[in-house]
């Protein structure tokens, strides 16, 4: 029943494909989400009194930015392997955008312990750490989801060839990643940059 | 325990301070436009309901089948805009002149604290603190006397509204705001907290006396006093746990948790306008405030008959 | 090219029963089959039985609140009772009433209206009925989870806003805002569930024809309500968040105590807030924009005005939400650009109203039940919006905030605006989804029931507010002047009570034994009334041509089609 709706939708009057524009209206959704805790962030800019301050305990994540920013280049590069039916490549691919990914966690995971241990920053030490803490951790978060889902299509890539008749999810799942970096790119400049 | 019937009608159409004047001002004009709009909008509904009802002959024709009309709805667009215009202009002016009034040097400034349910105030230039019932002088054409709050809370969020001297501003913590009434005529006003405030927030009344620039003086000159020692009931008194939350002025009560008490029986209620200042209803309030105002911050002192008497007696002399 | 009789061709057999069995299948198995459903109609009917059964329980809690306030010193209930009574009247209302019942006419109509066989996402839209449902269970059992202060279990208390820091641990103790943070989380997660299928489905499945300036301005509607929803629920997500964050680890977001602001709270809810006030309201035009026309027998007048408004509002309605906080103490700049915005969004809200009048205007209106709750809608919608007018003059506001002048408010734009609407739409498509038709009768006797007890209730409120009553009070002291009017609009519950119960009755009688309907009882226009009452499992055998916006009417008139005009 459900492989009849998606055959009618699929040939319907229209160019758009459905998953195309239900995972748009979560990069919109998102988009607002995300605008909230970095307007958060911004209202507390330079009005914290006491406690660590930005400028104190912040170091550029410039090697953090390379992965992940490396990651898109990597995850398209995936795409168009898997619109080819270039099967190694594209598992190849992926397995790069999950270590860069990985790797993207692994140093914000770094960062936190450096922060909390030795600058004594926590998400209730003042408002500078719960802006930060979430709005960062937000972000941190759906790095995970993402990377989970590439693990799954990993996994599911080393026990057999489907993923070959999944390359529109797969782009999907692209989307969702360039969406994360672009994220990145916001919160890096609000947090790192001009915060500082 | 029932409140004091109030004989005072809070009636926001009948200002009696110049906020509040320019807010009725400008009320009145917005009312006049909404209504003439209401007049013209659902008179012509009336009409069109009534003139084409389907006839109880339908002779199972189509009306003409009319799409649109750019000129009628140019028009219909147009014109609310300028009457959006107008009132913003007007709503514009009205916004500047109540909020921007620049603060006089000389202006007596009083600074009104929410707490959950009662309200503190104090007249940091002329050294006084009392709670729940505020005192200004009149203001009249030849001494304009304005008065200039300044509204904090050391809790919640709370508002100050007494609607025939202005409009309401919040209290809220951490954000302190101004405000600025000029009362015209003497005598009582009774206003409400107005922003939800927690358990109590229907018990949160304010009363603001206006009175004479000679009654102020007095009753600032009353306030400043300490109340005379040695009275029955005081050293009992101090030695409860009172003085944890209470201050009465020249003793060693100087807890300010609660209410200020030096003159407690100066005041018109109790509770912040829960009940009239009496002496049953007082010995009601120490007894156990929770069937007063249940939930005030004010626990059942577990007191005797005895003490609830001498303390009583204590407070009735805190004049 | 088809014409009129091709349609009714339709057979009848095939036609998918909703609830009217026919058959001898045992009770369990039927609700096994509504259990798992994904089908459009079927989460539709639930979402909104669901939100029907959720508006007489808020309903009751108003009832509640009014037998306390109709006399002075009141005891029926005590204080925090009280305070639990009117948080949860407003929650329920908002988020397991409004918002379900839109999801349920998008969910149901969108698909038929555009001639499509289900919805985008199946799976999704049951994904966010049952989320949404387990958000309301959520919220109710905090009346019985745990002990509250007084016993009395630990349902929120801090008003259907949750301002801080009332909301913030020192104050309110206790697990009762925690129930209204995850389920309202969770019933936004399913509204925003349901405003992606709406979105992909009206973009990507609309049948051959038509396209999107054909589509019914009802599909319109909730694609731009849809849009909004994606845009203004993730604040209130991330606020409550942040709340949370607050109260269990400790942040600072609103915590006043530690550094945290209460007004962004604010900032951050009523940017959520306002939105959904127009989220709320918007379904209701749309069933208003699909039934006046058809009632007047005549096309909506100025239907690109109407889409042209109706994206306005949403754009306009994004930046106008501070005036909710005319009185929290921001400069006066802002405080005028919220008026001047707010002012703003009332010239096409006004355009709308003025172009059903147009529609009524030189037709032959029907007054049937539908159109009954449709003109009582343009009469209140009219007060509603002006009294909103008057809260935009902001120093007027700072008189009116507060008081029972903006409960009079607000409810007249949801009861008597959107309510109206919403049982105009029910009236109106109950035949198509059930195959009977509701009754007449019962029909006027609601109406006029439900007009008196409204009005009654709530036109008083206007004056409370007027005399100085500030809302959320649990009782107030005699000699106020508040005796007269809070009594009156306590006698009003009981129209209102009496008018729900004959909507109730009407709606269980007619299941039974309504009139059948046939395809299309009321001579309409758009693809729904092409299929039978109620459609088949895959809604149409064959999608009829579509040319105009009106594709029945094209082919009932093939000599005056609407395609030659539009």
């Keep these: 029943m459900n492989a009849d709706i998606k055959r009618t939708a699929d040939d319907s009057s229209t160019a758009i494909d459905r998953g195309q524009v239900g995972v748009i209206c979560v990069i919109v959704t998102e988009t607002a989400l995300f605008t909230i805790f970095v307007v958060a962030y911004l209202f507390y800019l330079g009005a914290v009194q006491s406690g660590p301050q930005p400028k104190d305990v912040l170091e550029c994540p410039w090697w953090p930015t390379i992965c992940l920013l490396s990651s898109s280049v990597t995850v398209t590069v995936a795409e168009r392997a898997l619109a080819r039916r270039q099967f190694r490549r594209f598992v190849g691919w992926v397995a790069a955008t999950l270590a ?40 941190a978060s759906h790095v995970i989801v993402g990377l989970a889902l590439l693990m799954l299509v990993l996994g599911v890539s080393l026990r057999g060839r489907s993923m070959l008749d999944q390359a529109r999810r797969f782009q999907f799942l692209a989307w969702y990643w360039h969406f994360v970096d672009a994220v990145w790119v916001v919160v890096v400049s609000v947090v790192y940059v001009v915060g500082r | 325990m029932t409140a004091p019937p109030i004989a005072v009608v809070t009636n926001i159409f009948r200002p009696l301070s110049t906020p ?51 000129q009628i709805e140019i028009a219909w667009t147009v014109i609310p805009i300028l009457i959006v215009i107008v009132l913003t202009m007007a709503t514009a002016r009205v916004i500047t002149e109540v909020q921007d009034r620049p603060r006089p040097e000389d202006a007596l400034t009083v600074r009104v604290i929410g707490h959950q349910w ?12 009392t709670a729940n019932e505020l005192h200004i002088p009149v203001s009249t054409s030849s001494n304009q006397r304005p008065t200039f709050l300044q509204l904090d809370s050391v809790d919640v969020a709370h508002s100050f509204w007494v609607p025939q001297l202005a409009g309401k501003t919040d209290l809220i913590p951490n954000h302190p705001n101004w405000m600025w009434i000029e009362p015209k005529v003497e005598g009582t006003y009774i206003g409400n907290c107005a922003e939800f405030c927690g358990l109590q927030h229907a018990n949160m009344l304010i009363r603001v006396v206006v ?5 102020f003086s007095q009753w600032i000159a009353h306030q400043k006093t300490n109340p005379p020692a040695g009275q029955p009931g005081e050293k009992l008194f101090l030695g409860l746990s009172c003085v944890n939350c209470h201050t009465v002025a020249g003793t060693s ?29 007082l010995r009601h309030w120490i ?21 609830v008497d001498q303390v009583r007696d204590y407070l009735m002399t805190l004049e | 090219m088809q014409n009129v009789a091709a349609i009714e061709t339709i057979p009848t057999n095939v036609s998918a029963d909703l609830g009217v069995r026919t058959t001898t299948e045992p009770v369990t198995a039927t609700l096994h089959e509504w259990l798992i459903t994904v089908d459009h109609k079927r989460l539709g009917v639930m979402y909104i039985a669901t939100a029907l059964m959720f508006f007489v329980v808020g309903g009751v809690l108003a009832a509640v609140m009014r037998a306390q306030l109709a006399f002075p010193n009141g005891t029926v209930v005590p204080p925090d009772v009280f305070n639990r009574l009117f948080t949860m009247h407003g929650t329920t209302m908002v988020f397991l009433v409004g918002m379900p019942f839109l999801a349920g006419l998008a969910n149901y109509l969108v698909p038929l209206m555009i001639g499509a066989r289900d919805m985008a996402f199946p799976r999704l839209n049951a994904f966010g009925y049952w989320i949404f449902l387990f958000g309301g269970v959520l919220l109710y059992f905090s009346y019985v989870g745990g002990e509250g202060l007084a016993g009395r279990g630990t349902a929120p208390d801090v008003g259907w806003f949750a301002y801080s820091p009332l909301t913030e641990h020192p104050f309110s103790r206790g697990t009762s805002t925690d129930y209204w943070i995850l389920s309202i989380t969770l019933t936004g997660l399913g509204s925003i569930s349901s405003a992606i299928n709406v979105i992909a489905t009206t973009l ?9 300036g054909r589509m019914p301005l009802f599909v319109w509607l909730l694609f731009v309500v849809s849009g909004m929803v994606l845009v203004a629920l993730p604040p209130l997500t991330a606020a409550q968040v942040m709340l949370l964050l607050d109260r269990y680890l400790g942040a600072h977001f609103f915590d006043t105590q530690g550094g945290g602001s209460a007004i962004l709270w604010q900032h951050f809810f009523w940017i959520f807030g306002h939105p959904e006030v127009y989220i709320l309201i918007l379904p209701g035009f749309a069933c208003a924009s699909e039934i006046i026309p058809v009632f007047s027998r005549k096309p909506m007048f100025g239907r690109a005005a109407m889409l042209g408004a109706t994206v306005s509002i949403a754009f306009i309605g994004l930046g106008v939400w501070a005036h909710h906080m005319f009185t929290v103490g921001m400069s006066s700049q802002s405080n005028i650009f919220f008026v001047i915005s707010t002012m703003l969004v009332g010239v096409p809200t006004g355009i709308k109203l003025f172009n059903w009048i147009a529609t009524m205007y030189g037709g032959r209106i029907w007054f049937a039940t539908p159109m009954l709750f449709c003109t009582g809608f343009l009469f209140q919608f009219l007060v509603a919006g002006l009294t909103g007018i008057m809260m935009a003059a902001a120093p007027f506001d700072w008189q009116l905030s507060d008081s029972y002048f903006v409960v009079a408010h607000f409810h007249y734009v949801l009861l008597g605006g959107l309510l109206f609407t919403l049982f105009a739409g029910i009236y109106y498509w109950f035949p198509k989804a059930t195959g009977r038709m509701l009754d007449e009768r019962l029909g006027r006797w ?47 519950v009981v129209f209102q009570g009496v008018a729900t119960l004959c909507f109730i009755w009407n709606v269980v009688r007619s299941l039974r034994r309504g009139a059948i309907a046939g395809n299309d009882p009321w001579d309409a226009w758009t693809l729904e009334w092409a299929t039978t009452s109620p459609p088949p499992e895959y809604n149409f055998a064959t999608v009829p041509e579509v040319r105009s916006s009106r594709p029945l009417w094209d082919l009932k008139h093939p000599d005056d089609p609407d395609w030659k005009f539009e």
């Design chain 2, 287 to 307: 007894r156990d405030p929770q069937t007063v105002k249940p939930g005030n911050l004010m626990p059942n002192m577990q007191l005797s008959d005895r003490e």
């Design chain 3, 446 to 492: 609601h109406f006029w029931l439900l007009v008196i007890g409204f009005h009654l209730t709530f036109d008083t409120l206007h004056f409370a507010g007027i005399l100085g009553m500030p809302r959320r009070i649990y009782t107030y002291a005699p000699g106020r002047g508040w005796e007269g009017v809070n009594l009156v609009s306590s006698i009003g």
């Design chain 2, 20 to 70: 509040a004047e320019s807010i009725a001002a400008l009320s009145w004009l917005v009312v006049g436009v909404c209504l003439a709009i209401f007049l013209v909008v659902a008179g012509l509904l009336a009409y069109t309901v009534v003139r084409f009802r389907r006839p109880a002959v339908d002779l199972d024709r189509e009306p003409a089948q009319v799409y649109g009309s750019s």
């Design chain 1, 100 to 139: 860069l990914g990985g790797e993207f966690i692994r140093q914000t995971a770094i960062e936190w312990r450096r922060l909390i241990v030795v600058d004594h920053l926590t998400i209730k030490t003042n408002a500078f750490g719960s802006t930060f803490y979430s709005l960062v951790g937000l972000h």
């Design chain 2, 118 to 129: 009662w309200w503190e105030i104090r007249y940091p230039s002329l050294g006084v603190v």
């Design chain 2, 211 to 215: 009175e004479s620039e000679d009654a």
């Design chain 2, 253 to 281: 009560a100087k807890g300010t948790f609660g209410p200020d008490l030096t003159h407690l029986m100066s005041r018109q209620t109790l509770g912040s306008g829960v009940m009239s200042n009496t002496s049953d209803n």
């Design chain 3, 204 to 212: 990507t499945m609309r049948c051959k024809g038509m396209t999107l």
